[in-house]
């Protein structure tokens, strides 16, 4: 099956420092890449979508300037989370898709702002 | 927006019972998805339902699709303890729309 990886597992920083967080699809070219939030005991939340060589479509409500997502290529898009606040504490999921219907998900990056 | 409903939110069941979480949806989509989530981890795929009137079953759990009542079902037979986990619904839009996700507690 296709596999998405994502990188770091985990990740401590300090206020007000970037990280930047890797999603790659290791056995497939992504035509679309999607990144997520999720807060404790809470649903998925998109943030935005990508899509190869072109600018990342934000939803709503999402600060772009702040989360900036590059796609480089059709195996690996990033989320640099920028001067980076307790608030922005949170599990980080990101999806892949090709052609046909199914979306593959990574396995998240926890983000511990301090 | 397409809006996804789950219910219940949380569900606590004993061992060897039997039960359903419903996914209600508000606009057509003929693309319904079920994931579980355990505590930490990413979304694994249960089902992809495609078709009005869609079927599947893997071991215990067992889902259904109604496009035309924008709802489909979870059903869980004979609950075991390892089925503790969330599971959530989404449905495909011109993006994914998660559900709100059902805590499901399997009680010895």
């Known amino acids: 099956g296709a596999v998405v990886s994502q990188h770091p597992s985990r990740v401590i920083c300090k206020s007000g420092t970037s990280v930047k967080i890797e999603c790659r699809s290791l056995?497939?070219?992504?035509?679309?890449m999607f990144w997520y939030r999720q807060f404790p005991k809470k649903s998925l939340m998109l943030m935005a979508t990508?899509?190869?060589?072109?600018?990342?479509?934000?939803e709503q409500g999402v600060e772009k300037d702040k989360f900036l997502i590059n796609h480089a290529s059709l195996t690996l898009s990033t989320l640099t989370v920028t001067s980076a606040h307790p608030e922005d504490s949170s599990f980080y999921i990101c999806s892949a898709t090709t052609v046909g219907y199914e979306q593959y998900f990574g396995p998240g990056t926890r983000l511990t702002v301090t | 927006e397409l809006k996804v409903e789950q219910n219940p939110l949380f569900l606590s069941m004993q061992e060897g019972k039997n039960y359903t979480i419903y996914c209600n949806y508000s606009?057509?989509?003929?693309?319904l998805y079920w994931y579980r989530q355990d505590p930490g981890k990413s979304l694994e795929s249960l089902f992809v339902l495609l078709s009005n009137g869609a079927v599947k079953q893997e071991g215990r759990l067992m889902a259904s699709l109604d496009t035309k009542a924008r709802l489909s079902t979870l059903h869980i037979t004979a609950a075991v303890h390892d089925l503790s986990a969330t599971y959530f619904c989404?449905?495909?839009?011109?993006?994914?729309?998660f559900g709100t996700g059902t805590s499901l507690t399997v009680i010895p």
């Open positions: 056995d497939f070219q992504a035509t679309t």
């Open positions: 989404a449905v495909a839009g011109n993006q994914f729309y």
């Open positions: 606009t057509t989509s003929d693309r």
């Open positions: 990508s899509n190869e060589g072109s600018k990342a479509t934000y």
